[in-house]
């Protein structure tokens, strides 16, 4: 499967943003999929995650409470909405699928990325 994101931007903190991860290739459906995010100098962290039916979604401690991960298999898309933004939300942010279906913190359970989006919170 193929993945883009997008949406990404500049945004003062306390405000909003919503990324897309758009899906090409095999049934979307069938992929739990992820976001995840990787500021300078530091690892890839995860974000948020949902299962392949969209019943079960996971976050980080960081954004729980702020951000939403939600998807329409019909338009085999996945978004991230994310609310009150602060200065360590900036990152690159990527979309990832992962066969086994679930949503899972695991970045090593994801088989597919995309090419990432740039968010940047200004204080």
């Known amino acids: 499967v193929q993945l883009q994101a997008s949406g990404g931007g500049l945004v003062q903190a306390g405000g909003s943003l919503r990324l897309s991860c758009a899906a090409r290739?095999?049934?979307?459906?069938?992929?739990?999929m992820g976001w995840f995010r990787q500021a300078p100098g530091k690892e890839r962290e995860f974000v948020a995650a949902?299962?392949?039916?969209?019943?079960?979604?996971v976050y980080s401690d960081s954004v729980k409470g702020r951000f939403t991960i939600s998807r329409d298999n019909a338009e085999n898309t996945v978004y991230l909405r994310m609310n009150s933004l602060k200065p360590e939300d900036t990152a690159v942010y990527f979309c990832?699928?992962?066969?086994?279906?679930?949503?899972?913190?695991?970045?090593?359970?994801?088989?597919?990325w995309g090419q990432g989006t740039l968010v940047t919170v200004s204080s």
């Open positions: 290739g095999r049934t979307f459906s069938n992929y739990a």
């Open positions: 990832a699928a992962d066969k086994d279906s679930l949503a899972t913190r695991n970045i090593r359970g994801y088989d597919y």
């Open positions: 949902i299962s392949w039916s969209g019943a079960t979604t």
